[in-house]
């Protein structure tokens, strides 16, 4: 395999467009980088705490890990029995 190759292989490993499932030996916590806390404390606990229905904003850049990150609290919250 030439480096164009590699290179491609690699390039394309990394959609930014493909959100991770939960639990998969790729996803890596950049919580300490991003400046961010852990969505499971945060919103899970909010969504967890609250006798009403909640409406929370998880915003950030193109790429950066929303949707995976909302994967990973609603598998968490169904652990804990709740519909999502």
Same mark, same amino acid.
């Given at each position: 395999m030439n480096d164009f190759q590699i290179l491609k292989r690699i390039f394309n490993a990394f959609d930014p467009f493909r &959100?991770? &499932?939960p639990g998969v030996p790729t996803y890596v916590d950049c919580e300490e =980088? %991003?400046?961010?806390c852990d969505i499971l404390i945060e919103l899970g606990r909010s969504i967890l705490l609250s006798d %009403? =229905? !909640?409406c929370n904003l998880y915003a950030g850049h193109r790429g950066a890990g929303?949707? !995976?990150e909302l994967l990973r609290l609603k598998a968490d919250l169904e652990e804990q029995k709740y519909y999502v």
């Open positions: &959100p991770l &499932p =980088v %991003r400046g961010d %009403r =229905v !909640t929303k949707s !995976t």
